[in-house]
C-alpha cells in the first residue's frame, strides 16, 4: 500500500476537519487562497506541500519545487525543528543557525502557524450538535470534575512521594536542605572570590 | 487462465481489422461502442464499486498520481477518461482560478456522473467537460501542462494513436501520466490477484451493480493490457522522453510518466 498517499490524506482530512470545527476559521484560510507553502524535511527526504483554497490539500511532492514563485514559500528544514516554528519570534536564531532555510514569502508561513494558533473549537458545542444540549452539559461538566478529581489526586500522590522520599526512606534530599546546600555553596563562592582578590593584591604588592 | 492470449495482442493480432475486447476478439469498429455499453452500465455505481473492489486503495493510487504532477497554479490539465471526476476535483483546487482542467471521457453516462458529482462538491469555474475519443483529442497542438489518464488506456482501441494524440496536445515540457492496471511482480501475488479478479470480482460487480458480465470485462482487459516495459516502450515510440514507471501495491497498478520536450 503507499505509505506516503496514506500519510498525506490522514493528515489532509485530520486539517481540513480541525479547521471546518472552528467557524473563524474559513475567512482566515480565504486569505491564503491560491497560496502555496512547501516544507522540505531533508532528515525524511521528503517535501510536503500544503496548497490553500477553500481547503487544504496536503501533496507529497516527487519533485524538487524548484525556486519559490510568486505566492509560494519553501522551508527547509528537520522534522526535529518544525515544533519551534511555532514561535516566530525564533525564526531568525534558527535561520542564522543553519536549521531553517527559507525561500519566498515568509509571510505564508506565518499566516498558517497563525491560523493554527488561533483556531478556537467549542467542543461543547460539537458534541452538542450530535446529542443535546443537555447531554453534551452533563458529560462536559462529569469531564471537567474527573480533571478536577485526577488534578487533586495526582497533586496529593506527589506530596506523598515527596514525603516517603525526603523524609521516610530519605533518598533524596528535603526541599529546604537544598535551600540550605545552596545558599552554603553561594557563600563558598564568595568566600573563593574574596580570597582570590587578595591573594592577587597581595602578589601584585611584592612585585 | 489458459485462455489468455498474450499482452498487447491487439498490436500483434493477425488481422489488422480486430481487436481484443477482454479475452474475446472483435471488431475493431465495435470495440469502442461495446466498452460503452460497459461503462453505461456501471456508471452510476462506478464509485462504489471502486471503493469495494480495491478497499478504497484506488483513491491512494490517485493521490501518488497527482504527487507526481508537478502541478502549479494556472496550470491547463486534461484528465482523460476522467469519469467520475476524481483527479479532477482536486486538480480544480490546486491550479486555481487561473488555471483550467478539462474533464474529458468518451462515455457520455460517465461524464454526466462527474459532472454532476464536482457541481455537487462546489468544483466549478475552472473545470470544463468535453465528451472526447482519446484516439482523435479535440484540442490544439500544444495546449495542456499535464495530461492525466487513470485506468482508462486499457480501453482504447488503438493505444498509439491515443498516445500520439496526447502528444500532440501536451505543451513542450508539458507530462503524460497514465495510471493503469498491470502485472504483479510477485508470483505469489499474482496467482492471489487472478483468483481475485476472475472469482470475486465478477461476483461483487453482480451483488452490487447486478451486472456480473461488466466486472468479467474488467478482470480480462487488465490481463489484455500492455505490461509494464511494453506500455514504456509505447510510450517511447510516440515521443514522449525521460519516460519511467513506478509500480504501486506490488504491480498491480503502475504509474508510467513521459514529458514532452
Known amino acids: 500500500m503507499p505509505a506516503v498517499p496514506l500519510l498525506t490524506a490522514t493528515i489532509e482530512t485530520a486539517l481540513n476537519k480541525v ?39 496536503v501533496l507529497a511532492l516527487a519533485d524538487a519545487p524548484g525556486p519559490a514563485g510568486d505566492d509560494e514559500c519553501i522551508i527547509k528544514t528537520r522534522l526535529s525543528v518544525l515544533p519551534s516554528l511555532r514561535d516566530t519570534s525564533q525564526l531568525t536564531r534558527l535561520i542564522k543557525s543553519g536549521e531553517l532555510e527559507v525561500n519566498g514569502e515568509l509571510a505564508i508561513a506565518q499566516a498558517f502557524s497563525g491560523l493554527l494558533q ?19 452539559h452533563e458529560l462536559f461538566g462529569l469531564a471537567a470534575k474527573a480533571q478536577a478529581q485526577l488534578q487533586k489526586a495526582g497533586r496529593k500522590a506527589e506530596a506523598i512521594l515527596g514525603s516517603a522520599l525526603t523524609d521516610e526512606k530519605q533518598l533524596a534530599a528535603h526541599k529546604l536542605a537544598v ?27 611584592k612585585q | 487462465m489458459s485462455e489468455q492470449q498474450t499482452p498487447n495482442s491487439e498490436e500483434t493480432s493477425s488481422s489488422e481489422q480486430s481487436t481484443h475486447f477482454g479475452f ?12 460503452a455499453g460497459v ?66 471521457d468518451i462515455n457520455h453516462s460517465m461524464l454526466s456522473v462527474g459532472r454532476d458529482k464536482l457541481r455537487d462538491k462546489g468544483v466549478v469555474g475552472n473545470v470544463d467537460y468535453v465528451q472526447a475519443n482519446a484516439e482523435a483529442l479535440p484540442f490544439p497542438d500544444n495546449h495542456f501542462d499535464l495530461v492525466t489518464m487513470a ?10 494513436k491515443a498516445l ?21 511482480t510477485n508470483e505469489m501475488l499474482s496467482k492471489t490477484y487472478d483468483w481475485y479478479s476472475f472469482n470475486i470480482l465478477p461476483t461483487m460487480g453482480q451483488l452490487v451493480a447486478n451486472d456480473r458480465e461488466s466486472y468479467q470485462y474488467l478482470a480480462e482487459s487488465i490481463r489484455m493490457h500492455p505490461d509494464q516495459d511494453t506500455l514504456k516502450s509505447m510510450f517511447e515510440n510516440a515521443g514522449f522522453e525521460h519516460c519511467d514507471y513506478q509500480n504501486l501495491t506490488g504491480g498491480i497498478v503502475a504509474l508510467h510518466r513521459g514529458y514532452k520536450f
Not at chain 1, 563562592?189 to 604588592?205: G, T
Not at chain 2, 497554479?73 to 478539462?102: C, I, N, W, Y
Not at chain 2, 501536451?170 to 497514465?178: C, E, T
Open chain 1, 19 to 57: 479547521l471546518s470545527l472552528d467557524p473563524d476559521a474559513a475567512p482566515k484560510l480565504s486569505q491564503l487562497q491560491g497560496k502555496r507553502l512547501i516544507v522540505e524535511l531533508d532528515d525524511l527526504q521528503q517535501r510536503f506541500a500544503l496548497v490553500f483554497s477553500s481547503k487544504v490539500d
Open chain 1, 118 to 136: 488561533s483556531l478556537n473549537i467549542d467542543l461543547e458545542e460539537q458534541l452538542a450538535i450530535r446529542t443535546n444540549d443537555v447531554i453534551a
Open chain 1, 179 to 205: 535551600m540550605h546546600f545552596s545558599d552554603q555553596v553561594s557563600s563558598l563562592r564568595d568566600d573563593a572570590e574574596r580570597f582570590e582578590a587578595r591573594l592577587e593584591r597581595l602578589e601584585r604588592s
Open chain 2, 24 to 35: 474475446k476478439t472483435v471488431d475493431r469498429t465495435k470495440k469502442a461502442s461495446m466498452v
Open chain 2, 39 to 104: 461503462f453505461d452500465s456501471v456508471a452510476a455505481k462506478y464509485d462504489v464499486m471502486n471503493d469495494f473492489m480495491s478497499m478504497g486503495i484506488h483513491r491512494l493510487w490517485k493521490r501518488y498520481t497527482i504527487d507526481c504532477s508537478g502541478i502549479k497554479s494556472g496550470h491547463k490539465v486534461l484528465d482523460l477518461a476522467g469519469g467520475t471526476g476524481d483527479l479532477a476535483a482536486k486538480f480544480s483546487r490546486l491550479v486555481g482560478p487561473a488555471g483550467q482542467v478539462v474533464l474529458a
Open chain 2, 151 to 160: 485506468f482508462g488506456l486499457r480501453n482504447v482501441t488503438d493505444k498509439d
Open chain 2, 164 to 184: 500520439a494524440s496526447i502528444f500532440r496536445i501536451l505543451k513542450p515540457g508539458g507530462r503524460l501520466l497514465v495510471l493503469e492496471f498491470s502485472k504483479p
